[in-house]
């Protein structure tokens, strides 16, 4: 009897595929829920020092623009013009929020199910990759993924029209092919997941080629240097990656250093007299370095001085009267933007008054950087004494710095570098989750003994 029983509860019992489809599917929902909560608030009333009274919030001022840009992107495909709606705008993710403005209505919330859609996709990313780190911790890949999804500040921004869900998703996807390429999970959709989260990231934030490239190259390398068996599925990758790198840095509109003109001319000569004149014979090799060297200080000069007339007169600009004018002016503020990067706002910044967002917003991120605090030292715990090998562990520590430290060179306001770093912080998520874990069974264990 006991054995029939059994087998009605094998038969009833859903398939993994099936579950997977209705968890998504509640996961869809449930944030298109919420998306159309805070668009009714945001159309009300009430709290309207917080919102513009048409569904979008002061938190995110840069939908305003994005939403403008929409409507009009909506009225050249309602006009036929569909080639002035593709190639028109400098914000990519506003072609696709013009295609339900103008399909359905010209609403921020037509482009709700949209974003829904992407929120939950990157949820099962975090899901996926914490999996393929530890293939035998389930539990622990999910409240990862939830975690991450449910983030407050992440979650809310998600809600708006903002760049970002479709930048995370593709930083995600490239994330996830790099660790498959890394594991024992190697396939060819590993170099698919790669170059196409590359590509995403990169159609969002043009900056954002030459790190992640340099990554994926890493991983493929590291790969093959692990295992000789890796190099049919590293060197594809290596070929689509630089294939894609040299396409895309030739589409790629290049930077222009005019308003930087008044002291970009300075960087030449000021590095010159903060490094060694090489002799003669050496010329032919130091000029060529020379050159990349100034030409990235330009970039990292002009981005951040993009930055800093971005937000004029924002709470949360921090630096702002600092201007790299040489290599070593980086140099010297690296030790500052390290700090910035990692762990801003500092205490001191969580009960101050925000102008836009108010008091609010800035207590949830004290709290949020609390967490951070604290999975950090559970990271570098991980980093040293981590289950997952150490191949991996090295990527996953280059890819947080090597995508912390430059937004933190250049991005000189607080709240626009919270939003920004928060995909950069995955690893910092998911081995702090599972350092702090470890750490306090190891304490538990020791108690007992």
Request: aromatic share 14%; glycine share 6%.
């Amino acid at each position: 009897m006991a054995k029939v029983e059994s087998m009605r509860y094998q038969q009833r019992k859903l398939p993994e595929s099936q579950k997977g489809v209705i968890i998504f599917t509640g996961l869809v929902l449930f944030h298109l829920a919420v998306s159309a909560l805070l668009s009714l608030i945001a159309r009300s009333t009430f709290l309207s020092s917080l919102h513009n009274g048409q569904g979008l919030w002061n938190f995110t001022p840069d939908s305003f623009v994005y939403h403008q840009e929409a409507l009009r992107l909506s009225d050249l495909l309602k006009s036929g013009d569909y080639d002035g709606w593709w190639g028109s705008s400098p914000f990519w993710h506003a072609k696709w929020i013009a295609l339900p403005y103008a399909i359905l209505v010209a609403d921020p919330l037509s482009f709700a199910p949209t974003n829904s859609l992407i929120w939950a996709i990157t949820i099962y990313c975090v899901y996926k990759i914490t999996n393929q780190l530890f293939p035998d911790r389930r539990r622990l890949a999910i409240v990862t993924a939830l975690t991450f999804g449910l983030w407050p500040s992440y979650f809310l921004h998600t809600t708006q029209l903002l760049k970002d869900p479709l930048y995370i998703m593709g930083i995600l996807l490239m994330f996830w092919g790099c660790i498959n390429l890394l594991s024992v999970w190697r396939t060819i959709s590993s170099v698919f997941l790669l170059s196409l989260g590359v590509l995403i990231a990169y159609l969002n934030r043009t900056y954002i080629l030459e790190p992640l490239i340099c990554l994926s190259l890493l991983a493929a390398i590291l790969a093959v240097w692990q295992t000789r068996r890796a190099w049919g599925q590293a060197g594809l990758a290596i070929l689509i990656i630089a294939g894609l790198g040299v396409y895309c840095y030739i589409q790629r509109p290049e930077i222009q250093i005019q308003p930087l003109s008044e002291h970009y001319g300075q960087v030449k000569t000021q590095f010159q007299s903060h490094t060694e004149v090489p002799r003669s014979g050496q010329n032919r090799y130091w000029s060529p370095i020379a050159k990349i060297v100034e030409t990235c200080v330009g970039k990292i000069s002009y981005l951040r001085e993009r930055y800093i007339r971005k937000y004029p007169d924002a709470g949360s600009n921090i630096d702002t009267n600092l201007h790299f004018r040489s290599f070593t002016d980086i140099l010297a503020y690296i030790p500052k933007a390290t700090l910035v990067g990692f762990l801003a706002p500092f205490p001191p910044h969580w009960f101050e008054d925000a102008k836009t967002a108010g008091r609010v917003s800035r207590v949830v991120a004290g709290l949020e950087m609390v967490v951070w605090y604290i999975l950090l030292v559970g990271f570098l715990y991980f980093l040293v004494t981590g289950p997952v090998d150490l191949h991996i562990r090295i990527w996953m520590l280059v890819y947080t710095l090597s995508l912390v430290l430059p937004t933190a060179l250049v991005v000189t306001n607080l709240g626009a570098l919270y939003r920004m770093r928060f995909v950069y912080f995955l690893p910092i998520l998911i081995g702090g989750l599972e350092g702090c874990i470890r750490f306090w069974q190891f304490r538990l264990q020791k108690a007992t003994d």
